[in-house]
């Protein structure tokens, strides 16, 4: 069905345009400033940009309502600033995949305006009407404490209307065949313009079954089919990325038994689990978490993150592993959201702790996926807890010393720049860590690079190797011959371990560092012994005394006692 699997081995980059770079100087992000950015960006390594909402919006949801699907907000530039961008993106090799929002509209949109005025406009059906409040409106609600409700009444239309997430975000009655229409014509659009997929947003709600009758909504998912054999048809090398947080017990569901539905998913299931892992040093439920989720089919691929544009949701842990995030990481109601979840930025969650920085990330590079980086976490943003709800992790990109990070010559940002405190620009900015061999910004380089040539990982299976101590965590992937095999002390103190590589005979006699010098031979029962500092982390590649010395390649140059090119 596809024509290129690129998506099993990338490194994805989040963005939204009006955070990142202002060339105008109004104050806000731009495409032309994006456009200057690109070099930044491959030098960075990320092989593809996931541009968050950038159509026509009023913004009341940071463009996740979006009012006109064929168009570039004007505050970002015009649809000619995105080709400019498109093409510069191709230029460099980079792919591009956008948000596809179509669970909802913003309530400025057309179709939900004509929908309202007349009842017999075609556009009514495209939404979900109730003439009786429904009787179960307070339910469902996604932002438990800000939103009332999930079904509105409006004036004008003499209904109420249904909606998942705000008030202003009507829900699209996905189940008429003309919306359904619709939402192949937009990816068609976006596709034309040089796209590479889409992120769908909410897509559990997108394929559930909406109206005021519905008790407990019903997926449809041979919606998920026609969305792909569509885009396959338009372009074989498209990808659909669905945000799903379900159980994984539906993971195979969204993906398709016969890898015929989403090519990939959020994991959202690991993604609380090694928070928690993070937070508590057991790593006994990632390991479960990654087993749960481990059914997929070859061609399909898991997205893995750390932090997000939205808060960190930790709905799926039992309440004493949830209280255990919350205490380690977001201990303030201030830091906390929607009851289930902390709205911080990961540096900040981390203490600003470089070594457990590194093994956050090492450890998001290391599980089965491929890297999803939001924007600044490179050079470890911070996150304003003064605005409000998400807000506080979506400040402007930090660049420089310069007035407002260098983001934008306005005097007045749309969304102020962190200038105060650890996180301000003045100490956090890309031009500081640049001429830093050391910073963060170096490290992420480093291992972005490291982890695209390691495409095992993206493309093998995986075995977690059995330890005594819950706090390391050690995995090794095997493709086509090659094993590559991944430490991880998940604590505060030091750790003496032996393992086995787990492999038959000589096989694992090896371990060849690729970060660093200290390579790992076994002894005579297959044991190796390695001590990992606190929050310690070692990326071995995996090989016996034969298969080492018959490489020409740098594992045997190490064998031959030369010095490893770094
Ligand atoms: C999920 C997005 O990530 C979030 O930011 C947004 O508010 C909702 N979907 C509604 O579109």
Redesign the pocket.
């Known amino acids: 069905m596809i024509d290129d699997l690129w998506y099993k081995n990338g490194v994805i980059y989040c963005l939204s345009v009006g955070s990142y770079m202002d060339a105008n100087g109004d104050g806000v992000g731009d495409f032309k400033g994006l456009l200057r950015r690109l070099d930044y960006l491959h030098g960075l390594g990320i092989t593809t940009i996931w541009l968050m909402p950038f159509q026509t919006s009023p913004g009341r ?2 463009g ?1 309502d979006i009012a006109d699907y064929y168009s570039v907000d004007a505050r970002y530039g015009t649809l000619g600033d995105f080709v400019e961008f498109a093409h510069g993106c191709k230029q460099r090799g980079i792919r591009i995949i956008i948000d596809l ?1 179509v669970n909802h509209t913003s309530d400025q949109h057309h179709w939900f305006k004509e929908a309202r005025r007349d009842r017999t406009s075609p556009y009514r059906d495209w939404y979900v009407w109730s003439d009786k409040k429904p009787a179960n409106a307070d339910k469902g609600m996604v932002f438990p404490g800000v939103q009332k409700s999930t079904w509105t009444r409006d004036k004008e239309a003499g209904a109420y209307y249904f909606h998942r ?1 705000y008030d202003f ?1 009507p829900d699209l009655n996905t189940s008429n065949p003309h919306v359904q229409a619709e939402i192949l014509k937009i990816m068609g659009f976006w596709i034309q313009l040089g796209v590479s997929g889409f992120r769908m ?2 897509v559990p709600f997108v394929i559930a079954t909406k109206g005021a009758k519905v008790k407990k909504p019903v997926e449809q998912y041979d919606m998920l089919r026609a969305f792909r054999e569509f885009l396959q048809w338009r372009q074989g090398d498209a990808i659909i990325l669905a ?1 799903a947080n379900v159980l994984p017990k539906t993971d195979m569901e969204y993906f398709g038994r016969d890898a015929d539905r989403m090519h990939m998913m959020f994991n959202f299931h690991v993604n609380q689990h090694l928070f928690y892992a993070l937070a508590s040093a057991d790593s006994r439920p990632l390991a479960k978490a990654l087993k749960a989720t481990k059914p997929r089919p070859a061609t399909a691929q898991w997205g893995l993150f750390l932090r997000n ?2 808060e960190l949701d930790l709905g799926r842990l039992t309440k004493a592993q949830r209280d255990s995030v919350f205490r380690n990481f977001g201990p303030d109601k201030d830091m906390q959201l929607y009851d289930r979840g902390i709205r911080r930025r990961l540096a900040p969650m981390l203490g600003g702790d470089r070594r457990r920085l590194e093994l956050a990330y090492s450890l998001m590079c290391t599980l089965p996926g491929t890297p999803v980086i939001r924007y600044g976490d490179e050079i470890a943003m911070g996150d304003d807890l003064s605005l409000p709800e998400r807000n506080c992790a979506r400040t402007p990109m930090q660049w420089s010393t310069e007035p407002h990070g260098g983001f934008t010559k306005s005097n007045k940002p749309a969304c102020p720049v962190i200038d105060k405190g650890p996180y301000g620009y003045p100490h956090v900015n890309v031009a500081k860590q640049r001429r830093d061999p050391n910073s963060m910004l170096n490290w992420t380089e480093r291992i972005v690079r490291m982890r695209k040539e390691v495409p095992e990982i993206g493309w093998g299976d995986f075995t977690i190797i059995p330890v005594r101590d819950p706090a390391v965590f050690i995995m090794r992937y095997d493709w086509r011959n090659n094993s590559v095999l991944f430490v991880h002390n998940l604590d505060e103190k030091p750790r003496e371990i032996a393992f086995s590589a787990g492999l038959p005979d000589e096989a694992g006699a090896h371990l060849i560092n690729l970060l660093a010098e200290d390579h790992s031979h076994a002894d005579k029962r297959g044991q190796h012994r390695i001590v990992l500092e606190p929050y310690g982390y070692r990326w071995y590649r995996v090989g016996g005394l034969d298969y080492l010395l018959k490489r020409s390649d740098i594992d045997g140059d190490t064998v031959r006692g030369k010095k490893h090119p770094g």
């Open positions: 949801d940071d996740y929002v997430f975000q947003d909410a945000e544009h939205d």
